[in-house]
T-cell receptor
Framework: DTAVSQTPKYLVTQMGNDKSIKCEQN?????MYWYKQDSKKFLKIMFSYNNKELIINETVPNRFSPKSPDKAHLNLHINSLELGDSAVYFC????????????????FGPGTRLLVL | QKEVEQNSGPLSVPEGAIASLNCTYSDRGSQSFFWYRQYSGKSPELIMFIYSNGDKEDGRFTAQLNKASQYVSLLIRDSQPSDSATYLC????????????FGKGTKLTVNP
């Protein structure tokens, strides 16, 4: 069973379209994340939710809107897609947003490769 | 702006050699340090974490942390071609959000 899963794996779409990426984790974790990895492989956090509550919101265009229907799911909706949105989007999860455990580990999903034409 | 710096490489070593990957970070308040390995086209996977000064060994991997110098490294002994990947250093600060700040990664190639 896949611990952190994402759909779709590949997404090719035209500029201006709206698309969604879904993420689910079956690890029982409280915290989920969205990362963007650009063509230079730079991995940067976009959002994080803890128990359905937004706790990290980096400087990301408001065309990107995360939604967490429950703590096992974190979806990412992107409006008016632009060429620069082409990247690999990774979902990740970890046990807790608390800082009690310095060695908290994030587990990554397989990624969604988005290509905007 | 909290930054994590890594040499982008590529770093090329012969099979059986020691590969040394280095990382420096700007936030002196950082407490937790992670090394992730990412094969081409795959997702990052955790190799090791360290949060105390000194060395931490796990099989062929050794993480080294020097908080005074704001420096963390990963040594891979007896390098294998299967170790060829991009290695990402990630740093987490205490007293704030759960945000991990990643370096840009070092691409390692182990030549048979």
């Amino acid at each position: 069973d896949t611990a952190v899963s994402q759909t779709p794996k590949y997404l090719v779409t035209q500029m201006g379209n709206d698309k969604s990426i879904k993420c689910e984790q079956n690890l029982g974790h409280d915290t989920m994340y969205w990362y963007k990895q650009d063509s230079k492989k730079f991995l940067k956090i976009m959002f994080s939710y803890n128990n359905k509550e937004l706790i990290i919101n980096e400087t990301v265009p408001n065309r990107f809107s995360p939604k967490s229907p429950d703590k096992a799911h974190l979806n990412l909706h992107i409006n008016s897609l632009e060429l620069g949105d082409s990247a690999v989007y990774f979902c990740a999860s970890s046990h807790s947003a608390g800082l009690a455990l310095a060695q908290e580990t994030q587990y990554f999903g397989p990624g969604t490769r988005l290509l905007v034409l | 702006q909290k930054e994590v710096e890594q040499n982008s490489g590529p770093l090329s070593v012969p099979e059986g050699a020691i590969a040394s990957l280095n990382c420096t970070y700007s936030d002196r308040g950082s407490q937790s340090f992670f090394w992730y390995r990412q094969y081409s086209g795959k997702s990052p996977e955790l190799i090791m974490f360290i949060y105390s000064n000194g060395d931490k060994e796990d099989g062929r991997f050794t993480a080294q942390l020097n908080k005074a110098s704001q420096y963390v490294s990963l040594l891979i002994r007896d390098s294998q071609p299967s170790d060829s990947a991009t290695y990402l250093c990630a740093v987490k600060s205490e007293g704030g959000s759960e945000k991990l700040v990643f370096g840009k990664g070092t691409k390692l190639t182990v030549n048979p």
